[in-house]
């Protein structure tokens, strides 16, 4: 499973302003507003930026969840694998012995009843073993997401930023490395990640204890 796959689309939506100056609703009229006040408001504005793809290769929360998930996803995949070829195993079988005239009529049918309800089986499998993977997936772009927008939220509070820009391949065609903050935001990043215990860390725990 590729990580920029797995995670760009929740990554860029994370990177929110995070103070926009409220705007009256009412139509201005132009002959009130002076002339210097676009000026005035474009310097007073100030913008940073992180590259997305700095944040999905160095920031330990991905790298450990996108782990997670590639062994969710393989284990998922030999579960399924490892059924059909029993299926396809079972159905040469019968067709086999069938041929042999090995079986009643009454068998026979029993026999292939059985298959078509394993059949149906596995395909229920599949879809509720995908759905579950798309959930976990869901869950953890969720968690980046937010985890993202916590710090950023408490980063800005200092740094006082109108904006911070998401910079994910050409979306951004020109920025100035002085307004680049992603090694920045990375190291804060993975200072505040307390990664959770594995099953394995777990019980490892448990036996030291015993």
Request: glycine share 2%.
């Amino acid at each position: 499973m590729n990580k920029k796959n797995l995670f760009r689309v929740l990554a860029v939506a994370a990177f929110a302003t995070v103070s926009m100056t409220s705007c009256d609703k009412s139509a201005p009229k132009v002959d009130e507003k002076p002339a210097s006040a676009a000026e005035s408001a474009s310097a007073e504005l100030k913008i940073a930026f992180v590259e997305v793809d700095s944040i999905m290769s160095q920031y330990q929360f991905c790298k450990d969840f996108t782990q997670i998930l590639q062994k969710k996803g393989q284990n998922i995949q030999n579960t399924l694998a490892s059924k059909q070829q029993q299926l396809e195993t079972a159905a040469a079988n019968f067709q086999q012995k069938l041929q042999q005239n090995a079986y009643t009529r009454e068998q026979a049918e029993g026999i292939q009843a059985s298959l078509q309800k394993q059949s149906n089986d596995l395909q229920a499998l599949n879809q509720r073993l995908s759905t579950e993977f798309q959930n976990e997936t869901e869950k953890y772009n969720s968690a980046l997401r937010d985890s993202i927008q916590h710090y950023l939220a408490a980063y800005n509070k200092s740094k006082k930023f109108s904006m911070i820009l998401s910079k994910a391949g050409d979306n951004i065609l020109y920025a100035d490395k002085a307004y680049d903050i992603t090694n920045e935001v990375i190291a804060g990043l993975n200072k505040a990640y307390k990664p959770a215990k594995s099953d394995d860390k777990k019980e490892e725990s448990a036996a030291k204890k015993k």
